[in-house]
């Protein structure tokens, strides 16, 4: 434990005060770390703040983070270890949503973090957090959190976790402003210039189809709207 003690007083660059001390004593004692996990801790801290461009984690930090490792039931160094690649993995996947999300990756805000955190946390991949953000930005014209979250919100209640779910019982209603001329927020992969289709009743019915040829519902008079969801063509 004197070890750890040490590890951590090098990382905050002072001696710890009695304050933290005991935090640090109740997680070795009281949750069961290990020195060795404390040490892993300390140093995945440091390299936290050497990420956000900060010279040393504060004692807080390695506190805080040490308790939600407890929580996880963290206790050896083996244990510590595999929190840290779950910690990696999950900052990669972060890192894809903001780039859908075309946010600055030097532009963090805890409030972003928060609602990306929440829905990842939901079981949403990151293209299906891409759709709720194109409706969101083609209803409000702009990316508004709070709205982009309750589309969010509302998939989770109706059990809706993936791409064909959401395109088939979650697709916008007419009425409102996808339906009243402007076009409905798709599928990445689908060439943006040729996601949109217009059928007789007025509303935009998403399809997959290759750039070249648009394939509108009058041309194959035989299909349904369901059906065209699994169309390409050239």
């Not at 807080?60 to 595999?82: F, T, Y």
């Not at 060439?191 to 949109?196: G, K």
Request: hydrophobic share 40%; with cysteine; proline share 6%.
């Amino acid at each position: 434990f004197a070890r750890a003690v040490h590890a951590v007083e090098h990382a905050a660059g002072r001696r710890l005060p009695t304050a933290d001390l005991s935090a640090l004593t109740e997680l070795f004692d009281f949750h069961g770390l290990s020195p060795e996990a404390l040490e892993l801790l300390t140093a995945q801290c440091c390299d936290e703040a050497i990420l956000r461009g900060e010279e040393r984690p504060t004692a807080r930090r390695i506190e805080k983070l040490g308790l939600e490792w407890a929580r996880l039931g963290v206790r050896s160094q083996a244990d510590a270890v595999a929190a840290i690649r779950r910690m990696v993995r999950r900052e990669q996947t972060v890192a894809e949503v903001r780039r859908r999300l075309r946010l600055d990756p030097d532009a963090r805000i805890s409030s972003d973090d928060a609602y990306i955190a929440a829905w990842l946390d939901w079981g949403f991949s990151p293209a299906l957090i891409e759709l709720a953000f194109d409706r969101t930005v083609l209803n409000c014209g702009r990316l508004n959190w709070k709205y982009c979250h309750g589309i969010l919100e509302s998939w989770r209640k109706n059990g809706l976790f993936t791409m064909a779910d959401v395109l088939e019982k979650a697709a916008p209603k007419a009425g409102n402003r996808a339906g009243t001329g402007g076009p409905v927020a798709l599928h990445p992969l689908i060439p943006r210039e040729n996601r949109y289709i217009r059928t007789e009743l007025g509303k935009f019915c998403p399809f997959f189809v290759l750039p070249r040829k648009p394939l509108y519902k009058k041309e194959c008079p035989g299909l349904s709207y369901t059906d065209l969801l699994n169309v390409t063509t050239v």
